[in-house]
């Protein structure tokens, strides 16, 4: 006789529902709109920023774009201007000439087969060159008004380290924040989780004594008040 085994526990939120309503609404107390750091004016631009954005910080992304995007910002002006001279405006940018190639492509298929308007839905996005589940959500999320939660390292670190949605990987982490942020919430929980773990919750040391959801966060190694 087979016993059927049983499919691994997906780990829980280590904080009450109380608790998590508690620290969203303290985040959205300080921030009531919160929204992405990336300048852009279009959902297009929105989107090249993203790509941009990979292994690079926003504040880079910016600085290349304010000189990009004056010259162009449709997919057919990027084509129109070309993968050399696209490389030269975002030079500044790490992975600089995958990024031009995989933004060329993305701005073909754009104007082939989306009569050059950034596609709504996950899987016409994700099937455009340099674009993954991250970029996505962040589209989604920022330019369409979709509750979905885009998880990078700041978020990652922080729906760990307090506690909300442990995950050993960004889907598992990704999968948890869906399951536990409430739903009044949920369309800002992206924004607000990337700037406290950018600003407050900081990788090598984080700011415990300025943290609003100090005494919510399950984090062992707080760091003391001066």
Not at 26 to 32: F, I, Q, V
Not at 91 to 120: D, M, Q, S, W, Y
């Amino acid at each position: 006789m087979t016993t059927r085994r049983r499919a691994p526990a997906r780990p829980r939120s280590r904080l009450s529902a109380a608790e998590i309503h508690e620290l969203f609404s303290r985040l959205a107390e300080l921030d009531p709109a919160p929204t992405t750091e990336l300048e852009y004016t279009t959902p297009f631009e929105l989107l090249v920023a993203v790509v941009l954005s990979a292994q690079a910080t926003d504040v880079g992304v910016n600085k290349a774009t304010r000189r990009l995007y004056p010259l162009a910002n449709t997919p057919q002006a990027i084509l129109d201007l070309g993968e050399d001279r696209l490389k030269q405006h975002i030079a500044t940018i790490g992975l600089f000439n995958a990024k031009a190639k995989n933004v060329i492509a993305l701005c073909r298929i754009l104007v082939e087969r989306h009569g050059g308007e950034v596609p709504r839905t996950r899987d016409a996005l994700e099937a455009l060159p340099g674009v993954g589940r991250k970029t996505a959500n962040v589209v989604l999320n920022t330019v369409f008004g979709e509750g979905t939660i885009a998880v990078d390292t700041h978020i990652f670190r922080v729906a760990n380290r307090t506690g909300l949605a442990p995950g050993k990987d960004v889907r598992a982490v990704e999968d948890g924040l869906m399951r536990v942020v409430p739903e009044e919430f949920l369309l800002g929980a992206h924004h607000w989780l990337i700037l406290h773990g950018r600003y407050v919750c900081k990788a090598r040391k984080p700011d415990c004594p300025h943290c609003v959801i100090r005494d919510l966060c399950k984090f062992k190694d707080k760091t003391p008040s001066a």
